[in-house]
T-cell receptor, first 107, second 114 residues
Framework: RKEVEQDPGPFNVPEGATVAFNCTYS??????FFWYRQDCRKEPKLLMS?????NEDGRFTAQLNRASQYISLLIRDSKLSDSATYLC????????WGAGTKLIIKP | DAGVIQSPRHEVTEMGQEVTLRCKLI?????LFWYRQTMMRGLELLIY????????DSGMPEDRFSAKMPNASFSTLKIQPSEPRDSAVYFC????????????FGEGSRLTVL
């Protein structure tokens, strides 16, 4: 079992819809959690950190479920510009990257 | 402030040739990461430096790969001799808080080995 697992997608979603995807991790001692966004042929960039209480940044909401060992990302009112690959990152003294979930927003 | 700067952005070389990739960290950052990304294997950590010292090089594929940090702001990744399976995008990233905080990536060096 991989340490960090994501559904590779692609998720094909109409513009304006709400989309959510999860990332599961195997090490219960993991300490920090992040979502990165990577556009096609570009470098990954931090989208948001994930806090225990959950956090929101505009249309984006990130949540952590320690009991079930997953983090989630919810995107509301999706835009064409949200099309990208979303990578989750989990740390336990080292960064462990998921393989990414590809999101395609269609007009 | 300038971000992480990588060079070259693209390199096409023939099998057996030496390849040197370069990275300049963001000023004030003390951690540097070299990653390789391919469609098949995703993002793989090659090596991680903290304060110029290699902390984790377990991801370095084999002796053909070597990385150095001659000073606090600059690093090189060398592949000698290069092989077609080394074709990938190589990213350098820096951080001010090691492996617990945000990583800032360069735009990557796209390597093609023929």
């Amino acid at each position: 079992r991989k340490e960090v697992e994501q559904d590779p997608g692609p998720f094909n979603v109409p513009e304006g819809a709400t989309v959510a995807f999860n990332c599961t991790y195997s090490n219960s001692a993991s300490q920090s959690f992040f979502w990165y966004r990577q556009d096609c042929r570009k470098e990954p960039k931090l989208l948001m950190s994930v806090y225990s209480s959950g956090n929101e940044d505009g249309r984006f909401t990130a949540q952590l479920n320690r009991a079930s060992q997953y983090i989630s990302l919810l995107i509301r009112d999706s835009k064409l510009s949200d099309s990208a690959t979303y990578l989750c990152v989990v740390t336990n003294y080292q960064l462990i990257w998921g393989a990414g979930t590809k999101l395609i927003i269609k007009p | 402030d300038a971000g992480v700067i990588q060079s070259p952005r693209h390199e096409v070389t023939e099998m057996g040739q030496e390849v040197t990739l370069r990275c300049k960290l963001i000023s004030g950052h003390n951690s540097l990461f070299w990653y390789r990304q391919t469609m098949m294997r995703g993002l793989e950590l090659l090596i991680y430096f903290n304060n110029n010292v290699p902390i984790d090089d377990s991801g370095m594929p084999e002796d053909r790969f070597s990385a150095k940090m001659p000073n606090a702001s600059f690093s090189t990744l060398k592949i000698q001799p290069s092989e077609p399976r080394d074709s990938a995008v190589y990213f350098c990233a820096s951080s001010s808080s090691g492996e617990t905080g945000e990583l800032f990536f360069g735009e990557g060096s796209r390597l093609t080995v023929l």
